[in-house]
């Protein structure tokens, strides 16, 4: 997938991952736009990334909502910058029902996700602690649970465990390596799998995770 239209790095990368109206696109923009103000102080992304924050994090992220358009109800884990939660609350604003739950550990990055969720009017809530404390106590509705670059897959099955049992789907974004990953954890975890090749990295995959249950 090219960095959008002309070789330029904007909305339009989103070309090819799914199409959006007018307002989404001014509100992903208004996303992008925040993120390149606190960049400087909280390092949300990868500085070598930041030239290409559309292709590489925001039309990365927005596959999700195209590969499970029937998802209303998300929970995200280790929020960071909001890749990939904020762009699924911000694709998902003005559906019924529709909701995100951040899940982010670092005050500052939760600082940066509440005030785009101000300015964006993005359906999602910030929480901020520990992934396995929130997660033992958890109640909230869940359809999938998202994580991209957070962990390698047997830890984030850990740590999703709780809401996958209870009847989520997980959806991960996992990177060339997977195939190693996946072996690795079907020694301790029965699952069922299917994988999505990535539609903006060619190396890559999303994991459609269901039936999640650790091995006697």
């Known amino acids: 997938m090219s960095a959008g239209r002309g070789g330029t790095d904007d909305v339009s990368a989103l070309d090819g991952v799914l199409t959006v109206s007018r307002e989404t696109a001014e509100r992903l923009e208004r996303f992008v736009g925040l993120l390149k103000k606190w960049q400087a102080a909280d390092n949300l992304v ?21 590969l499970f358009p029937d998802a209303r109800r998300w929970l995200d884990l ?54 396995e404390m929130l997660l033992a106590g958890w109640s909230a509705p869940v359809d999938r649970v998202s994580a991209r670059g957070l962990a390698r897959l047997d830890r984030l ?24 990953e996946i072996e690795e954890t079907a020694k301790s975890w029965k699952f069922d799998l299917i994988s999505y090749p990535s539609l903006t990295n060619s190396r890559g995959v999303i994991l459609d995770i269901r039936r999640l249950r650790r091995k006697s």
């Open 157 to 180: 099955f850990s740590l999703a465990e709780p809401v996958i049992f209870a009847g989520a789907a997980g959806a991960f974004h996992k990177g060339q390596d997977f195939e190693r």
């Open 46 to 66: 990868a500085a070598a990334s930041l030239p290409s924050v559309w292709r590489r994090h925001v039309a990365d992220s927005a596959q999700l909502v195209a």
């Open 78 to 131: 280790g929020s960071g910058g909001g890749f990939p939660g904020l762009v699924t609350a911000i694709l998902l604003a003005g559906i019924p029902g529709a909701h995100v739950d951040l899940i982010e550990s670092n005050a500052r990055k939760c600082a940066f996700l509440r005030q785009v969720i101000r300015e964006t009017e993005a359906p999602a809530t910030v929480h901020q602690g520990r992934i």
